[in-house]
């Protein structure tokens, strides 16, 4: 039987397609005819092979990933990955670049600093309190790689064209909207998703490395920590997160197969941000913190008036079944999260209840 849902407005983890969750209640207790909840079988059973492989073979599709494109479940979340990219591809006698764009940022360039690697910060917008992308930045077409975070899920603020290199491989985390749109792969040679956003539960990255990047992993590497150990064995080098990869895979088949791919759920974003942003743009009441052409379609942040007012909002809205719309604790204010799995009724209500407490307290 199913309680009431509310309105989930989460950073991450974050909120699921329904039917996903739905059809992991249905099968939770016996999984195909198995007789064993999926979290029961061996990851070396077949029928955990197959929720690998499906996951596998559907990020391929979403993505057109070709053949020279791994796709592999690392454990320890996207952090694990600002510490497994610099150990694993910075190249001897080349820098790796990066860009700050914020908190997430700041960190993948703090595991490259404390491994000794030869740190290039091309931009930052730190100065205007990373409320912007850069755009006026230096490529170094002989570094490693370059590093930027496509969405930063605290500032609100979304690359809307990737920067443009000719040699150096991209780098992205994709943390935070990962699968919400369509792009092209072909300039990347690492892409990297904590899955608890935009994909499925916490605790596991999805990372989709090109094989030339993964020939650079040094043979000295503690085996858990390569690339290529991941590669070899599948991502199943020792007990992977059955659980995560398996809602992984259903919601990736909901993207495919419901949605209808990335260019829908594409638009579909662009539909549910925009409603958002077009009621902030015409009020006084609520503020957008990020520069206009920076604005992310995945994390809408805005101020009100006064802190008092943001706390009353925050509960008020609670009370009326719209959650976690409270800031980041870091940067406070307000912030609606609304990922792939949010629905447009979702923010319907949240627009409703903003222009409502709008006249209240105006
Ligand atoms: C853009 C971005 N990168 C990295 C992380 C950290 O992910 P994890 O907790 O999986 O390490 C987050 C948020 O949690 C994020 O939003």
Known sequence: MMGKRIHNFNAGPAALPLP?????QEEFVDYKGSGMSITEVSHRSKWFDDVINEAEERARRLLKLGDDFKVLFIQGGASLQFCMIPMNLALVGKPVSYINTGTWSTKAI?????????V??????EEKDFSY?????????????????????IKGTQWMEFPQVKDVPLISDMSSDFLSRPFDVGPFGLIYAGAQKNIGPSGTAMVIIRQDMA???????????KYTTFIEKNSMFNTPSCFTIYVINLVLKWIEETIGGLEEMARINQEKAGILYDSIDQSDFYRGTAAKES???????????????ESKFVAEAAKEGLGGLKGHRSVGGCRASIY???GIDSIKTLLEFMTEFENKER
């Open 133 to 153: 992308i850069p755009t006026d930045f230096q490529v170094i077409e002989e570094a490693s790689y370059l590093h930027f975070t496509s969405n930063n899920t």
């Open 340 to 342: 792939n799995a949010t």
């Open 110 to 118: 703090k595991e490259a600093s404390i491994q000794g690697k030869d």
């Open 120 to 125: 290039q910060v091309l931009a930052s917008s």
């Open 295 to 309: 604005r992310s379609l995945m994390n809408v942040t805005f101020r009100l008036p006064s802190e008092d007012l």
């Open 215 to 225: 020939e650079r992993t040094p043979e000295d590497l503690p085996t858990m920590l």
């Open 20 to 24: 996903v969750l739905e059809e992991i």
